[in-house]
């Protein structure tokens, strides 16, 4: 899965006011502005003419929470990252199924489509690229929700299922119930739909085991490598966003 800078400041216009300083005439103090100034509508179109959307109330639009996260941006898409690296933080929004004391770091993904067509995005090729200062650049494919709940139940590891001798006929295995409910939690809060349909900005959390050693995430970017138009299948460069050091997290 940049950071980029706060907005400028909004135009302010001033209403006006009543005038005081003439004898009474008709029409002073009491006529009603019924049109913006023209200096003030000239601002307000190179506002927009640069690119600040522009409120009713004549200060820009505040900045998407996409907008101010890393990033990378082309070809109409947006892919913002925001890592969960705080306990605290990620408890808030995971509960008991909290990744970070399992050593995951969670990573919540925001996609933009800022055009008229569906993106389709391979999920299962997206990998935290990490590259250590003082080693060799390694790649960590993301985890599915079931392999998160599984490592979160049995952070020693899960033990070998006992079996019967005979087991009862008719029965089938009952599955892991511990892991079954964390998977439950997760699931709703998961990036899983893979197709941003147009104008439209879909996101989620994906899950990568850097093994406890959170910093890492300094030094590590989400890599989208497969990412298309459809129903044309034309193929985008790849995208990669650098979680960087100084993003609060």
């Not at 907005?7 to 302010?12: D, L, N, Q, Y």
């Not at 200060?59 to 998407?64: D, F, N, R």
């Not at 933080?89 to 569906?118: H, W, Y």
Request: proline share 11%.
């Amino acid at each position: 899965m940049n950071i980029f800078p706060a907005r400028e400041p909004g135009i302010i216009v001033a209403a006006a006011s009543k005038a005081h300083n003439f004898p009474h005439r008709r029409g002073i103090g009491h006529r009603k502005m019924k049109r913006p100034s023209l200096c003030a509508a000239i601002l307000l179109a190179c506002a927009a003419a640069a690119g600040h959307p522009v409120s009713q109330a004549g200060s820009p639009a505040p900045p998407t929470a996409e907008e101010v996260l890393p990033h990378d941006r082309h070809d109409g898409l947006t892919i913002s990252a925001d890592p969960y690296i705080d306990a605290e933080r990620a408890k808030k929004t995971f509960g008991k199924a909290n990744p970070i004391p399992a050593g995951i770091l969670p990573v919540e993904v925001f996609l933009r489509n800022a055009t008229s067509q569906p993106i389709r995005i391979d999920l299962t090729t997206i990998q935290l690229e990490v590259r250590p200062p003082d080693s060799k650049r390694q790649e960590v494919d993301s985890l599915t929700t079931v392999e998160v709940a599984t490592v979160i139940a049995h952070p020693q590891g899960a033990a070998a299922p006992g079996t019967r001798r005979f087991p009862p006929i008719g029965i089938p295995a009952s599955g892991d119930k511990k892991v079954a409910n964390i998977a439950d939690i997760l699931r709703p809060l998961a990036l899983d739909a893979d197709v941003v349909p147009p104008m439209s900005m879909i996101h989620g959390f994906l899950f990568f085991n850097l093994s406890h050693q959170m910093t890492l995430a300094d030094n590590a970017s989400v890599y989208v490598p497969d990412v298309m138009f459809v129903p044309s299948n034309k193929p985008m460069m790849f995208f990669e966003v650098a979680l960087g050091t100084k993003q609060a997290r």
